[in-house]
């Protein structure tokens, strides 16, 4: 038999390299700003939604010269799981060194010196059939990986640096959404009469190194970011230029003077290194609530309903559950395009809440459904409509905000080291959700969502006792909040920011 590649749903949450075409011209209206960001990543997203979809194997083997019929079933699961671990494995490892690439050579040369990975593994699995299919698979899988974790925080932590206060949630959701366009196009591609078959999906896993391509050709078009720029460098002329670049003409005095009072906090501290950054007391708050963040995003059980869904639409009566999948990437990519909407409306806070708490209430639902579908035919509908439910509501908060939501927390001289901590708490429990849930499933079977609904409430109070809102203010504003000393009584400003998140 030859192999022929399944493609379901991949994993929702991970990290995506984004493919930055900022405008090079922020109009003096920022909400013009967005156009520029259209040109979307698939780098990561169709790694994610193309081999995270298994690859279905014959008993005899991976394929047909690299294994024999002595090889048995067990060893081709043992390659699988290798090439799932390994992604996640490679974006552990990079992650560290995002503040070292971020500051070496500048957020935008960062970005596209690490694109020459995303070539090499694009070229590693398209032509894994000049050699043995399995290995160079894998091997793309792990440089892919190795890639993913460096893009995935150099990329929030140029859109923070660069977006306006009042705009930066909108321009940092765009992040997410450029994941879930990538991987619902993956999906479409995906299917078995366009690329989705026996003859074509090497070229459908090489195509993941085209829009590094594309992107390394924008890349010289996009402004360098300002901070980078003046607090980093000292560079003010170049900063005033980038600055200039991003938002018209306009006067940047003010931006300059606001970068200028935090260089000179920055001055008179050491340099933050991971290492320092992780037993400093002064900046354990926000990086307690930056690490809770991303655990309550890869701890949500988003993964468990797609692991889930396909089944429940084939048991719901839906002919072709691979396009009711589809339909789920559409509502993923709605939902995200309504958090883009709201973001600076409502709040990081807000939307986090609603979002978290409206996922703990379908998480009991699916169990529900679970445990009674096959006593009553029409709890697989409550199922699907949970299942349905379950995405929106992690695409209106917990999917995008905590990208973004790190690079607000901490000033200039942590963040490089708080992004790369946050990315490798998130790659972390990724891999670890990764390897450990099919044993939960079959410990806990239909009740595996109650697990996750008990870990959805925790995240749920979490951020309603701990996380401030910082939508609309300024990075020193924001450092200012966490600052304040246990016990310390809160002045008017943090009370009305206090209310302000609550109202919103």
């Not at 030859?2 to 011209?25: E, I, M, N, W």
């Not at 170049?238 to 003077?257: F, I, N, Q, V, W």
């Not at 939960?440 to 239909?446: A, G, H, M, R, T």
Request: charged fraction near 15%; charge should be neutral; include cysteine.
């Amino acid at each position: 038999m030859s192999q022929k590649p399944v493609f379901l749903s991949g994993d929702r949450t991970a990290k995506a390299p984004a493919l930055v075409c900022h405008p090079v011209h922020i109009a003096p209206d920022p909400s013009c700003s967005s156009c520029g960001w259209w040109i979307i990543e698939k780098n990561y997203a169709r790694s994610l939604g193309l081999l995270s979809e298994r690859l279905e194997q014959s008993e005899n083997g991976t394929d047909e010269t690299g294994f024999s019929e002595s090889r048995n079933h067990p060893e081709v699961v043992m390659y699988w799981s290798l090439s799932v671990a390994i992604f996640s494995i490679g974006g552990m490892v990079s992650s560290f060194l995002v503040g070292f690439v971020g500051d070496l050579r500048g957020r935008v040369k960062g970005m596209l010196m690490v694109n020459v990975l995303a070539v090499v593994a694009g070229l590693l699995m398209g032509l894994c059939r000049i050699w043995k299919p399995h290995i160079m698979v894998i091997s793309g899988r792990a440089v892919m990986g190795f890639y993913c974790g460096l893009t995935s925080g150099l990329v929030p932590m140029y859109i923070g640096e660069i977006a306006p206060k009042a705009y930066r949630g909108a321009l940092g959701t765009l992040h997410q959404l450029a994941i879930v366009i990538g991987i619902l196009i993956s999906q479409v591609i995906g299917l078995d009469f366009v690329l989705g078959n026996d003859a074509m999906w090497p070229l459908l896993l090489g195509l993941s190194g085209a829009p590094a391509i594309l992107q390394s050709l924008l890349l010289p078009f996009c402004p360098e970011s300002p901070r980078y720029l003046y607090i980093l460098l000292g560079k003010e002329q170049e900063a005033r230029k980038s600055l200039r670049r991003l938002k018209g003409a306009y006067d940047p005095t003010p931006d300059l003077e606001e970068m200028k009072r935090e260089k000179d906090e920055a001055d008179k501290e050491p340099r933050v290194s991971i290492l320092s950054l992780i037993f400093s007391s002064v900046y354990r708050q926000q990086l307690f609530v930056a690490l809770m963040m991303h655990l309550s995003q890869q701890l949500s059980g988003i993964n468990a309903i797609f692991y889930y869904s396909t089944a429940i639409f084939a048991q719901a009566g839906v002919s072709q559950p691979v396009y009711a999948t589809i339909g789920v990437g559409v509502i993923n990519t709605v939902f995200t395009l309504v958090s883009v909407a709201l973001v600076d409306k409502a709040g990081r806070r807000t939307l986090s809440l609603v979002g978290l708490g409206g996922m703990c209430c379908c998480a009991v639902a699916m169990t529900v459904g679970l445990k009674l579908q096959n006593d009553f035919s029409w709890m697989s509908y409550v199922s699907m409509s949970a299942i349905f439910l379950f995405v929106s509501f992690f695409e209106i908060g917990p999917g995008p905000i905590p990208w973004f939501i790190v690079a607000e927390l901490f000033s200039q001289g942590p963040r490089p080291a708080a992004i790369a901590l946050a990315g490798c708490c998130n790659w972390t429990s990724n891999f670890i959700i990764a390897m450990t849930f099919p044993y939960i499933q079959v410990w806990l079977d239909c009740y595996v969502f109650i697990l996750f609904a008990v870990l959805l409430f925790v995240f749920t109070l979490f951020i309603y006792l701990r996380v401030p809102e910082t939508k609309g203010k300024t990075f020193k504003e924001i450092a200012a909040v966490f600052q304040k000393k246990p016990g310390t009584p809160k002045d008017n400003a943090e009370l009305q920011q206090l209310k302000t998140s609550t109202d919103a």
